[in-house]
Nanobody, 116 residues
């Protein structure tokens, strides 16, 4: 079955950096786009970055553009989210996502807390 497992979250000061990883299994990873979304307390889940199957197309929400970078390693079945210049508003649970056969698949999420 499709599994997405996020890791790399933690507590970081404003201006700091983190790298999130999402290890995928149960499907042909190289044939699907991947995305990262986040959900802050009391708010809806929103997509922040996405990447096509061949790295040719990436998408970033305006709130993270220029600070976050999504990438993938098809040999390792892993997608990454490099986050720089972190702000207090980046505090959220971050989820990995893929969409196939009309269904969305999500990981369990990893908590990112930006605090001084």
């Amino acid at each position: 079955q499709v599994q997405l497992v996020e890791s790399g979250g933690g507590l970081v000061q404003p201006g700091g950096s983190l790298r999130l990883s999402c290890a995928a299994s149960g499907f042909d990873f190289s044939q699907y786009g991947l995305a990262w979304a986040r959900q802050a307390p009391g708010k809806a889940r929103v997509m922040v970055a996405a990447i096509s199957l061949k790295n040719s197309v990436t998408y970033y929400a305006n709130s993270v553009k220029g600070r976050f970078t999504i990438s993938r390693d098809n040999a390792k079945n892993t997608v990454y989210l490099d986050m720089d210049s972190l702000k207090l508003d980046d505090t959220a649970v971050y989820y990995c996502n893929t969409h196939m056969d009309g269904s969305d698949y999500w990981g369990q999420g990893t908590q990112v807390t930006v605090s001084s």
